[in-house]
């Protein structure tokens, strides 16, 4: 097994902040509570924050480690179905997908909370619709990509979970 850095500290506290206070604002804090709000404004912060350090942060934080280009995707597809396993040290290009997908749910469900404690929008239906809806959208999406951290570990033999944890991925198969 060859031990290789991947995600920095900035990341980690991003991925699991950001994954615990949307599931405390989406399961256990009411969206009429004060605290949901202020769990929102963190989240908010956080992804902002992320924006930066996708492009100016570590090697593997930024954008530009794992851009989801068409033919990537495609060769990726081709590789899952034809049984070849690929290393990627940053995201694979679904993964990359999602990180964009979820990145930008994150945007649109921050957006339209801070519309819902404005003056403006409080209380204004479509709103709270489109907030609901992203939210909703959001859940399914943090759903499938833990089906595809699962499914990419036992393909890849590559514990995903655990190098959000310490920031470095175990390869199998590689030198000392």
Same mark, same amino acid.
């Given at each position: 097994?060859?031990?290789?850095?991947?995600?920095?500290?900035?990341?980690?506290?991003?991925?699991?902040?950001?994954?615990?206070?949307?599931?405390?604002?989406?399961?256990?804090?009411?969206?009429?509570?004060? $605290?949901? +709000?202020?769990?929102? !404004?963190?989240?908010? &912060?956080?992804?902002? =924050?992320?924006? #930066?350090? @996708? /492009?100016?942060?570590?090697?593997?934080?930024?954008?530009?480690?794992?851009?989801?280009?068409?033919?990537?995707?495609?060769?990726?597809?081709?590789?899952?179905?034809?049984?070849?396993?690929?290393?990627?040290?940053?995201?694979?290009? $679904?993964? +990359?997908?999602?990180? !964009?997908?979820?990145? &930008?749910?994150?945007? =649109?469900?921050? #957006?339209? @909370? /801070?519309?819902?404690?404005?003056?403006?929008?409080?209380?204004?239906?479509?709103?709270?619709?489109?907030?609901?809806?992203?939210?909703?959208?959001?859940?399914?999406?943090?759903?499938?990509?833990?089906?595809?951290?699962?499914?990419?570990?036992?393909?890849?033999?590559?514990?995903?979970?655990? &190098?959000?944890?310490?920031?470095?991925?175990?390869?199998?198969?590689?030198?000392?």
């Amino acid at each position: 097994m060859q031990s290789v850095k991947v995600w920095d500290g900035f990341v980690r506290l991003f991925h699991w902040g950001t994954a615990l206070l949307f599931f405390a604002n989406f399961t256990l804090l009411d969206g009429e509570d004060k $605290l949901h +709000a202020y769990a929102g !404004y963190v989240v908010f &912060a956080l992804v902002l =924050l992320r924006l #930066v350090w @996708g /492009l100016v942060g570590s090697e593997h934080a930024r954008f530009s480690a794992f851009r989801p280009r068409p033919s990537a995707i495609v060769a990726h597809l081709k590789g899952l179905f034809g049984g070849e396993t690929e290393l990627h040290l940053s995201h694979n290009p $679904l993964g +990359a997908l999602m990180v !964009y997908n979820l990145l &930008a749910v994150l945007v =649109l469900t921050g #957006v339209s @909370g /801070l519309m819902l404690e404005s003056d403006t929008f409080w209380g204004v239906a479509w709103v709270e619709e489109f907030h609901e809806i992203v939210t909703d959208y959001g859940l399914i999406c943090v759903g499938l990509h833990v089906a595809g951290v699962i499914f990419e570990t036992r393909r890849s033999k590559v514990n995903l979970v655990m &190098a959000m944890f310490t920031g470095r991925k175990e390869i199998p198969g590689q030198g000392p």
